[in-house]
Each structure stands twice: as structure tokens, then as C-alpha cells.
């Protein structure tokens, strides 16, 4: 009788050993924007089909807006392993490698294809494992769309711009662009900018169309100049250390989840950047200029050393592989 009940002791020991084993590997997605931009949307669409891909292997949990961490934070929470999954801005990787700093040139990329294109490309490739030995694996491209310019006043020209105060991301590059204008750059959190707006820390800002009207930048700003002049789009990283503990199966089922995502997320980001444009010009809260080739040829030059300054760093190859994307 007591060697039978030991065995059934043991196996009951295994079976919650066995249970403890088959505990999903819980993966925390924090991001800083509304789940209904693009990176929101592609955020959640990873989860569905990761949890589709690897059923009671992997529970994805989304975090949207700076929930967990703001933008200020979340590199530092991946490194330790406090969220698995972030998906920043590019601007903010040029601390760890100055490459990835050619998608912060001003007026490089003719449109959000040419963007595509470089992405894909050997090149564009080759910058998702430019950081490993920092900790930091890149996954995946994630599109927002082109950069937008507005102010608390009219402008247009790039000498309207000069003295004015305007919010940026933590980028050098971006620093530069704004300082070759005669406007001052002030760094600032993206949870933080629309009061700093309403309340006049700062003057303006660059953004997408589906950040600035899920954020409403358009009701506390008088212009949104149709510029184009740059790029948001994000890096979905993961830490390497964590990354390369996972079995071989979870690693294939994320990859797969990832590249369906990013397809996902990339078609939609166009069709909700230019729905949220027609909404903002329905609200009439903001006004929105469109610039001739004059007045764009005006932008490109004022903007121009900002190349020259940065090709050391980056790498004239680089910058030209990302010229040879448009057409």
C-alpha cells in the first residue's frame, strides 16, 4: 500500500512538473501609441496570430500607450528584460548605431514605397542585426508613413519656421534638421506633446497624419504644412539574450507571426494616414498648405547640410543604396 501510494505521489509530482513546463512563455508588447494607428493595429495583429501559430506555447501581451513604459524608457525595460517586444521609432537607435540614422535625413525618400524598397533591400536588411552586439535584435520594419510639419502660426516658407520652438524625437540628426532652419529642437516624450503644445512649451512638431489626429496635434495647432520631408516608422526589437533562449519552434512561430504582421500593418498604415488626413481637414481645426516645387525645393535646400554632416557616421554607400530606392 505505501509503495503504491509513493508512486502515486511521484506521478502526481510529474504531471505538475509536466504543467509547470507546458506554462506559456508570456511575451510583453509595449508600445507609446493608440492601438488604432499603425503600429497599434500591427501590434495586435501579432499577438492574434502568434497565439494562432503557437497555441498554449506563447501568450503575447499588448501594452498601447506607454501603459507599461514611455518612449523615454522602453529601450532601457527591453535590455533588462522587462518587456520582450518594443517597437521604437528609428530615430531612436542612432545611440547604438549611426546607420540607422540615414531614415532621419531630411527628404531622402521620395514616398513611403521608396521607404519599402530600402527595407527590403540587402542593405535595409542588414540593419536589423546592426545592434546584436548591443543586446538588441531587430525583427522588423513597421511603417507609420511621412512626416508632417505644424505650428501655432501660418507657415510656409522655411524662414516662417525661425525662432520657433518645435518638439522632437531623441534624434541627432533630427536636431541638426531643426537648428539648419533657425528653430530650436526641444526633445521631448510623445505621451507629453500635445500638452506641450496646448500650453505652449513648444510651437510645433513633425508627424504622421494617423499620429497627429489620434493624438489631436490638429486641434491645438494653427498649420500642418503637406511636406513630406521625412519618415516615422518603427523597429519592432526584441533582446538578443532572450531571443536566442527560445526554443526553435517558438523562434519559427514569432518569425512567421512577425512577417504576417508587418504585411498587415504596412498596407494599413497607408489607408489609415490618408483617413485620418480627410478627417482632420473635416474637423477644420487646423489648416493644411501644400507646398509647390518652389516652395519644396526651398525646404530641401535649407535642410541639405544636414546630409553632409551626417555621411561620415552613416556612410555615403548607405545613403546612396537609400536614394537608389526611389524612382
Do not use: C
Not at 131 to 149: D, P, R
Not at 265 to 274: F, P, R, V, Y
Amino acid at each position: 500500500m505505501k509503495k503504491i501510494s509513493r508512486i502515486a505521489m511521484l506521478a502526481a509530482a510529474g504531471l505538475f512538473s509536466a504543467n509547470l513546463m507546458a506554462a506559456p512563455i508570456v511575451v510583453k508588447f509595449s508600445h507609446v501609441v493608440a492601438d488604432k494607428t499603425p503600429k497599434g493595429q500591427a501590434a495586435l495583429k501579432f499577438k492574434e496570430l502568434a497565439e494562432k501559430k503557437l497555441p498554449g506555447k506563447v501568450e503575447v501581451q499588448v501594452f498601447p500607450n506607454s501603459q507599461l513604459f514611455g518612449d523615454g524608457k522602453e529601450m532601457e525595460a527591453l535590455l533588462l528584460g522587462d518587456v520582450q517586444f518594443i517597437a521604437p521609432s528609428l530615430s531612436k537607435f542612432d545611440r547604438y548605431t549611426k546607420k540607422i540614422a540615414v531614415f532621419d535625413l531630411p527628404f531622402l525618400f521620395q514616398d513611403i514605397d521608396a521607404v519599402d524598397r530600402f527595407q527590403s533591400s540587402k542593405e535595409g536588411q542588414k540593419l536589423l542585426t546592426s545592434m546584436e552586439s548591443k543586446g538588441i535584435i531587430g525583427l522588423a520594419y513597421w511603417h507609420n508613413g511621412m512626416k508632417q510639419l505644424s505650428a501655432n502660426k501660418d507657415i510656409l516658407m522655411p524662414e516662417s519656421v525661425k525662432g520657433l520652438k518645435f518638439r522632437i524625437q531623441a534624434s541627432d540628426v533630427l536636431e541638426a534638421q531643426f537648428k539648419a532652419l533657425g528653430s530650436s529642437p526641444q526633445k521631448m516624450a510623445f505621451a507629453e506633446v500635445y500638452q506641450g503644445l496646448q500650453t505652449g512649451v513648444v510651437d510645433g512638431q513633425e508627424n504622421t497624419w494617423s499620429n497627429i489626429y489620434s493624438k489631436k496635434f490638429h486641434e491645438v495647432q494653427k498649420t500642418i504644412l503637406e511636406s513630406n520631408h521625412g519618415i516615422i516608422d518603427y523597429m519592432v526589437v526584441t533582446n538578443a539574450g532572450w531571443w536566442k533562449k527560445l526554443p526553435a519552434d517558438v523562434q519559427k512561430g514569432l518569425r512567421e507571426a512577425m512577417a504576417e504582421a508587418t504585411k498587415y500593418g504596412n498596407d494599413l498604415a497607408n489607408s489609415i494616414n490618408e483617413a485620418d488626413k480627410k478627417k482632420i481637414v473635416a474637423d477644420n481645426k487646423a489648416k493644411i498648405v501644400k507646398l509647390n516645387k518652389e516652395q519644396l525645393a526651398a525646404w530641401q535646400k535649407a535642410m541639405a547640410p544636414v546630409w553632409k554632416k551626417f555621411e561620415p557616421g552613416i556612410g555615403a554607400d548607405l545613403i546612396k543604396a537609400a536614394q537608389a530606392a526611389n524612382k
